[in-house]
């Protein structure tokens, strides 16, 4: 499977994206599909992940309410909304894939190149 993201920019604090997860090849399908983050010098973070076949969606805390993960197995995509930015949400977005519903980047078996997400005050 191969995984692109896309929709990363420059935004303003209280503004909103939504982040892309193409996928090709593989059964897209059958997979969990998990958002994480980077930020300069920090570790990779756990944001959410959604389940592949109910679209159920599991949340780090700190995004509750704000951060929303969709998916269309159809179009072989997933989205991450980001509602309220923060200029602390600044960071290289991820999306990947796996056979489990996990916080750990372990547990994900496909990664996309990440997009950049950074949030001005």
């Known amino acids: 499977v191969q995984l692109q993201a896309s929709g990363g920019g420059l935004v303003q604090t209280g503004d909103s994206l939504r982040l892309s997860c193409a996928a090709s090849?593989?059964?897209?399908?059958?997979?969990?599909v998990g958002w994480f983050r980077q930020a300069p010098g920090k570790e990779r973070e756990f944001m959410g992940v959604?389940?592949?076949?109910?679209?159920?969606?599991d949340y780090v805390n700190s995004v509750k309410g704000r951060f929303t993960i969709s998916r269309d197995n159809a179009k072989s995509t997933v989205w991450l909304h980001l509602n309220n930015l923060k200029p602390e949400d600044t960071a290289v977005y991820y999306c990947?894939?796996?056979?489990?519903?996990?916080?750990?980047?372990?547990?994900?078996?496909?990664w996309g190149q990440g997009t950049l997400v950074t949030v001005s005050s």
């Open positions: 959604i389940s592949p076949q109910h679209s159920k969606a």
């Open positions: 090849g593989g059964t897209f399908g059958t997979y969990f």
């Open positions: 990947a894939c796996g056979p489990s519903n996990t916080v750990r980047p372990e547990g994900y078996v496909y």
